[in-house]
């Protein structure tokens, strides 16, 4: 992570710096360095390879920036089981909603669901997301209370089963981009 600027909550780091594509480039620079380090007479291809992964990511950031440059600021906003996609929202423009901070190790309080209830009422959010790692129960409860669809699920801290949507970085990016696009194309408040 050297040369990630992390988000702060208080003294304490985010760390889910990989939902931005900009952080995944600078990782791939990393590991390609420590590559070069450890096994110096494969520098030449650990670069070639290091240097086309860079590329796709940079080219997939392009497709997130345009699937989301479609969609009224406004209506980006949704609603996830907790808070690790500040990185990707902070990168692409959407408003990450999340009655748990960043670790599923705690759970949300009757205040937080209460304080997300109301500000999706408010503010109309009807896009609402489980991640793969976490329980289904506490949206499907913001759901009950506060009304949206619940989209596809997102994957925030692993990856899905070989063989599957989202079993690689550059697909958990199109899966999660997919996913959230969709959903909030679907929103009314973009028809305004």
């Known amino acids: 992570s050297k040369n990630v600027a ?11 710096a990989w939902q931005n594509l900009a952080n995944g480039q600078i990782y791939v620079r990393n590991i390609q360095t420590a590559l070069v380090n450890a096994a110096p007479l494969h520098a030449s291809a650990i670069g070639q390879r290091g240097e086309r992964y860079a590329a796709a990511l940079k080219a997939l950031e392009h497709e997130v920036r345009n699937a989301f440059a479609k969609i009224a600021p406004e209506a980006r906003r949704v609603v996830t089981s907790h808070d690790a996609f500040g990185y990707f929202g902070a990168a692409y423009g959407i408003e990450f909603l999340a009655p748990q901070g960043w670790s599923t ?7 937080d669901v209460a304080r997300i209830v109301q500000q999706i009422r408010t503010q109309r959010v009807l896009a609402l997301f489980v991640e793969n790692i976490t329980d289904a129960r506490l949206i499907e409860r913001i759901q009950a209370e506060a009304g949206g669809v619940i989209g596809a699920p997102l994957y925030s801290d692993a990856l899905s089963a070989p063989g599957t949507s989202a079993d690689t970085y550059i697909k958990m990016f199109r899966h999660n981009t997919q996913a959230l696009s969709t959903a909030l194309r679907a929103n009314p408040v973009v028809a305004r």
């Open 6 to 16: 992390p988000r702060m909550l208080g003294v304490h780091p985010d760390p889910h």
């Open 105 to 111: 190790d705690s759970e949300a309080s009757a205040r």
